[in-house]
């Protein structure tokens, strides 16, 4: 199994739990591919997690086309997502509102590309 079909495995599977638990609220599922963080713009690469190489797959409900959109995020941006979950339980902080703003935005354009 490369990269992509462990990524686009894994999604579907998260895709099948949250459509189990959701219903119809989540209607599809799409990867951000385009290789850069949401949050911040940079590339993303492989992230260490406990000094490994890791694969830190996150995923978000876009409501409004009820679209589960799976991304990765830099390193950087991963730690601060988690630093803030971590102290503020429950609650998302601006960084993970510019994440979805982001991904929301690449997710159109991916839309529009296939419309044209
Ligand atoms: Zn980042």
């Given at each position: 199994m490369d990269a992509d079909e462990f990524i686009n495995d894994a999604l579907a599977q998260m895709?099948?739990?949250?459509?189990?638990?959701?219903?119809?609220?989540v209607?599809?599922?799409?990867?951000?591919?385009?290789?850069?963080?949401?949050?911040?713009?940079?590339?993303v690469g492989p992230v260490k997690h406990k000094g490994k190489d890791a694969?830190?797959?996150n995923a978000f409900?876009?409501?409004k086309p009820g679209v589960l959109i799976g991304y990765f995020l830099c390193q950087r941006c991963m730690k601060e997502v988690f630093r803030t979950a971590k102290r503020t339980p429950g609650q998302q902080g601006p960084r993970h509102d510019a994440i979805e703003a982001n991904?929301?935005?690449?997710?159109?354009?991916?839309?529009?590309a296939l419309d044209s």
């Amino acid at each position: 199994m490369d990269a992509d079909e462990f990524i686009n495995d894994a999604l579907a599977q998260m895709f099948l739990q949250i459509h189990a638990q959701f219903g119809d609220a989540v209607k599809s599922y799409w990867f951000n591919d385009s290789g850069v963080c949401p949050g911040c713009g940079r590339q993303v690469g492989p992230v260490k997690h406990k000094g490994k190489d890791a694969i830190s797959l996150n995923a978000f409900i876009y409501r409004k086309p009820g679209v589960l959109i799976g991304y990765f995020l830099c390193q950087r941006c991963m730690k601060e997502v988690f630093r803030t979950a971590k102290r503020t339980p429950g609650q998302q902080g601006p960084r993970h509102d510019a994440i979805e703003a982001n991904l929301i935005a690449a997710y159109r354009q991916h839309m529009s590309a296939l419309d044209s």
